[in-house]
């Protein structure tokens, strides 16, 4: 049937199942706005306050259901907004599909009014993009675009669509919701090896990433743990993959990780790494890192095989078909010293524990998580709230972490908390702190609109804390650009009261309580504005440039 490019749009949209489309308006997009209209009851417009909020909105939603997260914007600013949050979805291989319009094709490289060229700027960071110049190619492109977004290492995909093609005519012929591709094993010719690299071994560990919850093989990871009996260590993108409560489960491991997991992985003499990177977050010094271990490395993306680490053994494929592979070749271990220096490790790591009272981060986060429900999602932003959310929250199903790990966009919480409410219908837990609010503050405007239930927890010491504890233990307290409190006093209870929320301000455990206990209660979002002693610090922490043996556990005042 012949239709508008930009009714094709739509409907090919509808076809592959998006019930949500996170973006904002604008002249080069106002003919695909006009086809929504006739489809309002198969697909939702989300809008947001910036364009920035549509791409993490987006990227919060693929995270929670595994789907692929729409977006759109107009041409020039419009586009360009997008950018942060494309960026900050292909570093965590989230699967995104971004529509952008642009100027009509006939002026395309004349410098018209918002011209720009978007498929260029966004390159590096996109799987693939395409700029549409036919409206016959339209649900095509579309169709590729979604297959390419979810299969093998999941991404974002950008199209960009010139106004002429969106009021054109074109052929679109109805089609079925494509699939990703099959998962393949491309590399298997070092599984025996691999095998008997982990048969002989007497202290491995099983380190995985987000990969492993991008292909759903969380189930393996915990079968092949028990097969060659070790402990289990994780990467911030794999929070959540297995529940928190796993015996064999010593949590995140790296800079700010879990003592317990990070010594783990330092005395190791062989790590299982899936669906990892490896990157110095997780390493500490590379040229001190793995140089007394076996690393066996399975991951769908060959490009990360021996990256960044000297890998013994690198399988490229789907995890849980190689794993499936490798685990009938595997004997059953019984590493009993080793697993009596592991329990060690824990008994060090509870000795640690940060036991004084009040409004702690520790007793904060401890009183956040007893108040949500056990399988709920919590969002975060990124700073110290991220780490201690990491360190001290409790997931019992995957993809109930959702966090920005590689590119580490300060602003991300709140949009993205936005993209998992809707996406689950459930009452979502923000951890943010204040300067990352400030990066996203105008999407309260959206979680009003919509009645998103979001409990905005904001962790509000007055300060870039991340920043802060660095100067503080590495550049001799010389404090600049961080303190916020001193000219930025801001009632944020006031700021999301005037955007039509509820909030309170608490200064106790007791007030904390009670005002999640409202939250849970509210129907829409609810801001908690919790203020703690602005030098907190996020321990254990790896001193820069340094190895997993110079982890810092405690500091003297």
């Known amino acids: 049937m012949q239709l508008k490019g930009s009714q094709i749009v739509v409907r090919t949209l509808v076809e592959q199942g998006v019930d949500l489309v996170f973006g904002f308006p604008g002249a080069t997009v106002i003919d695909i706005y006009d086809a929504l209209l006739d ?77 720009i060229d978007i498929t260029g700027v966004t390159l590096p960071i996109t799987k693939h993009n395409y700029f549409v110049e036919d409206a016959n190619e339209l649900a095509h492109v579309i169709r590729e675009a979604f297959v390419l977004a979810v299969s093998d290492r999941p991404g974002p995909v950008l199209i960009d669509v ?39 071994c007497h202290r491995p560990l099983v380190y995985f990433g987000g990969g492993v919850v991008a292909a759903g093989a969380q189930q393996e990871v915990i079968e092949l743990a028990n097969r060659v009996d070790a402990p289990i260590a994780c990467s911030l993108m794999g929070l959540s993959a297995i529940p928190t409560a796993h015996p064999r489960f010593l949590g995140m491991e790296g800079m700010h990780g879990r003592y317990a997991a990070t010594m783990a992985m330092k005395n190791a003499d062989c790590i299982i790494a899936l669906g990892c990177r490896f990157n110095d977050r997780s390493t500490g010094d590379r040229t001190r890192f793995g140089a007394a271990v076996h690393i066996v490395h399975i991951d769908v993306d060959g490009s990360e095989i021996n990256k960044t680490t000297t890998d013994d053994f690198g399988i490229v494929g789907d995890l849980r078909l190689a794993l499936g592979r490798l685990m009938p ?58 780490m201690w959310a990491a360190q001290f929250l409790s997931f019992s199903r995957p993809r109930s ?21 809707l996406a689950t219908h459930a009452r979502t837990l923000l951890v943010v702190g204040d300067g990352g609010l400030g990066m996203s503050v105008h999407e309260l405007a959206t979680a009003v609109s919509v009645g998103a239930p979001v409990t905005i927890l904001l962790i509000n010491n007055g300060t870039l804390g991340m920043v802060r504890q660095w100067q503080r233990l590495f550049y001799d307290k010389r404090y600049v650009g961080t303190t916020l409190a001193g000219y930025r006093k801001t009632d944020y209870v006031a700021v999301a009261q005037a955007f039509g929320a509820n909030g309170m301000r608490v200064s106790s455990l007791a007030d904390l309580r009670e005002a999640l206990g409202e939250a849970a209660a509210c129907e ?34």
């Not at 919701?177 to 691999?194: F, I, K, M, N, Y």
Request: net charge negative; aromatic share 4%; hydrophobic share 40%.
């Open 329 to 386: 070749l595997l004997d059953q271990a019984d590493h009993k010293g080793w697993s009596l220096l592991v329990d060690k490790m824990r008994e060090d790591e509870a000795s640690q524990v940060d036991r004084r009272e009040g409004l702690t981060p520790r007793n904060v986060l401890l009183a956040a998580d007893e108040s949500r429900e056990p399988d709920s999602c919590v969002v975060t932003d990124v700073g110290q709230h991220q």
């Open 162 to 200: 010139a106004k002429d093609v969106q009021q054109a005519m074109g052929t679109y012929d109805p089609a079925r919701p494509v699939r990703a591709s099959e998962p393949r094993l491309t590399d298997v010719a070092q599984l025996d090896a691999a095998a008997a690299c982990i048969n002989a």
């Open 39 to 115: 489809y309002q009851d198969e697909i939702h417009h989300v809008l947001v306050a910036h364009e920035q909020g549509a791409a993490h909105a987006a990227d919060g939603y693929a995270r929670a259901t595994g789907k692929v997260g729409v977006c759109l914007a107009t041409s020039g600013p419009g586009s360009t907004n997008l950018v942060t949050g494309i960026a900050a979805s292909f570093m965590d291989s989230t699967p995104l599909v971004v529509i952008t319009g642009n100027v009509a094709t006939e002026h395309i490289g004349t410098d018209s009014f918002q011209e």
């Open 401 to 421: 972490f959702v966090s920005n790990g590689g590119l580490g966009a300060m602003g991300f919480g709140l949009p993205a908390a936005i993209g998992v409410a």
């Open 524 to 557: 829409g979002p609810y801001l908690i504005d919790c203020a703690i002693a602005r030098d907190e610090l996020v321990l254990p922490m790896l001193a820069p440039s340094g190895g997993l043996d110079d982890i810092i556990v405690e500091v003297e005042e």
